[in-house]
């Protein structure tokens, strides 16, 4: 079964590279447009960053599994960055902090989740865990 899930995950890489493309898109459109999105409670707000970003942050892997972590990272970091830096020049949206770090968390349990899933898939291939991550 493990070598069937590797062969599919290789065949659909170049899907999962347009997926990738195509959701950091939405996510910057989503998130650069004037008007402020519907949210009931400001804990709504920070679950959509922290949810975008982890999700961007897994994608980038499945699209891009060769990228170094901190290199994965940094570029998620940067377009949650990116977001909020445009939203300051919009005249109803604001930037705020706690967006960034909702931003932070949800690219630190991407990169988390890709660790454990390198570590677990080395372990189950080789017996050993992954020693240069």
Known sequence: M?????????????????????????????????????????????????????????????????????CRGVAMFGVGVMVELVQSFHPNRVTDMEDILANSAGVALGLILIAAWKSWSSYRRHGLPVRSW
């Open 2 to 70: 493990w070598v069937s899930v590797m062969r599919r995950w290789v065949k659909y890489r170049r899907a999962f590279q347009i997926l990738f493309f195509v959701v950091v898109a939405a996510g910057m459109f989503l998130g650069m447009r004037p008007t402020p999105p519907p949210a009931a409670y400001s804990w709504m707000m920070s679950f959509y960053h922290l949810g975008g970003l982890f999700g961007c942050t897994v994608l980038s892997y499945l699209a891009f599994p060769r990228w170094k972590w901190w």
